[in-house]
């Protein structure tokens, strides 16, 4: 993809139900031109209250379920049954409700744990584990880029994995996925997946997609609601060149970022509004779906040339 980037659409509600109503909508769309293009809907979640937003989508009869493969933007280090896990929120929330088979979900491999993980997931290290921890925490986030690998490996030529669509949340201090502030890993440009040991926010243990995977996504959606949201949402938005992590979001052309809030969220924005246009199907006319298209027709030439060698 072209290094450059479209600026964020905007996309804002009277209250909660309406936001979420057009998500489910706007999800739909994604995925219908995602399968009409290659047959697969690749989607990552995230945590916080972002799966409870995502529970209108049991409702939406034309999601083909047997087409999705769901990965998770951040991960905590914690058993997929335990609260702090983001899989168990969007499980609990709506995957759970769905026809949806467990192998088309990529979650953390919890075979990889240490015995002190099972026991107390979310307790302090000692400081004689703390080597042991680091390595765990490694092989959790090496082992969930291979599972990127293997999806992503055969689905184009492309360097990086280019999903669908990325749904993101917003923290207070402008954090999305557990990328933070001031972190280190703002500045990963090798690896696709990297473990945190020191979160801010607790659970310390995590792990996260870095930029290398959000900045070549083909849509990247944030979404925020409530009275709370409001600076930070302002600082975001109008701005960027502070730099916090949810405005580093910005994926390269052809893909685009989107923000669906509430009202109450972006009262002190000075952004400007795009108005949402419900969308029955899939057309071919948006640019990524155009860019779809040529990806297709230089791949489809490249096999013919090579059979032909």
């Known amino acids: 993809m072209p290094q450059s980037s479209a600026p964020p659409v905007l996309y804002s ?18 995925q219908t031109d995602a ?19 995502l529970k209108p989508l049991v409702d939406v009869k034309e999601i083909q379920w047997d087409k999705w493969q769901v990965f998770f933007a951040d991960e905590r280090i914690v058993p997929l049954d335990h609260p702090d896990s983001n899989y168990d929120g ?21 075979e990889l744990f240490r015995e002190q993980t099972r026991i107390d997931p979310t307790g302090e290290i000692k400081k004689e584990d703390e080597d042991e921890a680091e390595n765990e925490a490694i092989e959790i986030a090496d082992d969930y880029e291979k599972q990127l690998v293997s999806t992503f490996a055969g689905a184009n030529a492309a360097r990086y994995p280019t999903f669908d669509l990325i749904l993101l949340g917003m923290g207070p201090d402008g954090h999305t996925c557990s990328l933070f502030p001031g972190h280190e890993l703002l500045a990963e ?3 696709w997946v990297a473990e945190i040991q020191d979160s801010p926010k607790p659970p310390k243990r995590r792990i996260t997609f870095t930029y ?14 409530g009275e709370g949201k409001q600076d930070m949402l302002s600082q975001i938005l109008d701005k960027p060149e ?27 924005l ?7 246009k419900w969308i029955d ?27 032909h060698d």
């Open 13 to 30: 509600y009277k209250d909660v139900p309406s936001l979420t109503s057009s998500l489910a909508n706007f999800i739909l769309k994604a």
């Open 270 to 276: 000075k952004y400007p509004k795009t108005e949402y």
């Open 35 to 53: 399968i009409k293009h290659r047959g697969v809907f690749t989607i990552a979640l995230s945590g916080g209250s972002l799966p409870n937003n």
């Open 281 to 307: 199907q899939a057309t071919d006319d948006d640019p990524i779906s155009l860019e779809r298209q040529k990806m297709k027709k230089e791949m489809d030439a490249a096999v013919e040339a090579a059979n």
């Open 212 to 225: 290398q995977v959000l900045n070549h996504a083909f849509r990247c959606a944030f979404v925020a609601a």
């Open 189 to 191: 440009n090798d690896r």
């Open 242 to 268: 502070e730099g916090l992590p949810c405005s580093r979001v910005r994926p390269a052309s052809p893909g685009l970022v989107f923000w669906f809030v509430d009202d109450a969220a972006a009262a002190k």
């Open 90 to 110: 969007c499980a609990k929330a709506f995957l759970d409700l769905v026809p949806i088979k467990k192998e088309q979900i990529h979650t953390i491999n919890t």
